[in-house]
């Protein structure tokens, strides 16, 4: 017996209900409306208790007088300043312990990661027992422990650790010499900027030199005597514009000089050797994702061991380190956020959290504080996205 195929004829349309095409449209239209008509409702509903309360939205708050003191400002600030001003005080400070964060939990991170393949053997324990020590310790008890157990049992102002007669560490904080910059200072930062960007060009004539001609140059070495020899020599050469305003004791507490808080010493410390574990076990797998053969080839060329880890190991492990390094600088950014545990003033501390409790306005200020976080981390992450495409091997 045959079966009679099911052939369909030419210009047959299957129906409606069994185009897929068709069916995924309608189903995505049907969530985008389900979506809006919820938006739609959570919106009405909170402006209508919002009017309930008697409370009006928009920012026109940010101008009015904030009337509180910050403990750390990069800029002039007082009670009489508004609480826009309030808002660049917090993100100024937040992006202060971040950058400097990112800045050492990365040394930290490559100096360990490096030191737990070293061959040496207390030298490996040593970088191994920072590593599990430091990452299974919740980052907030590491600022507490900082914050209460460290710098809140140092001695007080008349008591301080002196470090010569310029540096003085007490339960108030590190106080340190301020420079007083005077007239032709201008051109040492000037020659500076000079400076990096002639180490810039002279690396990069080298390397092309060196591919021309197989002959290299310390450019390392070179790069540091113009960077900072140069602007050294201007400094002389102008007579050392700078005066030094150093910290001295006035009654119960220092006057004069530059103040860092405890707040900030535990908050930077915490988040740079919190990340930092992370960070050199990333540095350890990057290193060892580099074939044997790669090593061995450069040895075999009687290459001394820094030269194979600078030439040959480490740019090729970058390929490898840097898209988990870009989670680690992110979640430093926003693990700075802890800081209202301990009272620094960033911007969740000062903005999302005094100036919301003063104004209320807690929608427009939550939404510019989380606006501001989502900006920085998208910022990192386009910059650690050009770098890794800037090392990423490309085909021929």
């Known amino acids: 017996m045959s079966v009679r195929p099911n052939i369909r004829p030419a210009g047959h349309k299957p129906p409606f209900w069994r185009d897929r095409a068709k069916r995924a449209l309608i189903f995505q239209l049907i ?84 030191a737990r393949l070293s061959p040496n053997w207390l030298i490996a324990k040593l970088a191994n027992a920072y590593i599990e020590t430091f990452r299974n310790i919740p980052l907030l008890l590491q600022i507490f422990f900082w914050y209460f157990a460290v710098l809140r049992t140092l001695p007080s102002a008349r008591e301080s650790m002196a470090f010569g007669e310029a540096i003085f560490l007490n339960v108030r904080g590190l106080y340190l010499p301020q420079p007083l910059f005077e007239s032709g200072f201008g051109l040492i930062p000037a020659t500076f900027v000079v400076a990096i960007i002639a180490s810039i060009v002279l690396v990069i004539w080298n390397k092309r030199r060196h591919e021309a001609t197989g002959k290299r140059l310390p450019v390392f070495w070179m790069s540091l005597v113009i960077i900072f020899g140069l602007p050294l020599l201007i400094l002389v050469a102008t007579g050392v514009p700078v005066t030094w305003e150093m910290p001295v004791l006035r009654g119960f507490n220092f006057g004069g000089g530059i103040t860092i808080i405890p707040e900030f010493l535990a908050l930077w410390l915490a988040l740079s050797i919190y990340t930092a574990s992370f960070i050199a076990e990333i540095v350890r797998s990057g290193i060892q994702a580099i074939p044997h053969g790669q090593t061995e080839a450069a040895q075999a060329l009687s290459l001394p061991r820094k030269l194979v880890l600078r030439l040959v190991v480490i740019p090729q492990a970058l390929r490898v380190i840097i898209p988990p390094l870009t989670s680690q600088y992110l979640n430093l950014i926003k693990n700075s956020s802890l800081a209202t545990a301990i009272g620094y003033p960033d911007l969740v501390s000062v903005f999302a959290g005094t100036t919301l409790n003063q104004t209320g306005q807690a929608i427009e200020v939550i939404a510019m504080t989380m606006a501001v976080y989502l900006i920085i981390s998208l910022l990192v992450s386009m910059f650690m996205n050009w770098f890794n495409a800037r090392v990423a091997l490309v085909e021929r």
Do not use: M, P
Not at 63 to 92: D, K, P
């Open 31 to 114: 969530l985008v409306a389900v979506v809006a008509a919820f938006l739609i409702y959570i919106i009405g509903n909170t402006q209508a208790n919002l009017n309930a309360r008697g409370i009006t939205t928009g920012f026109g708050f940010l101008g009015n007088t904030a009337g509180f003191g910050i403990g750390q400002t990069l800029i002039e600030y007082s009670s009489q300043s508004t609480y826009g001003r309030t808002f660049v005080i917090g993100l100024l400070n937040t992006l202060l312990v971040g950058g400097l964060g990112v800045l050492a939990a990365s040394i930290i991170g490559f100096i360990v990661g490096i």
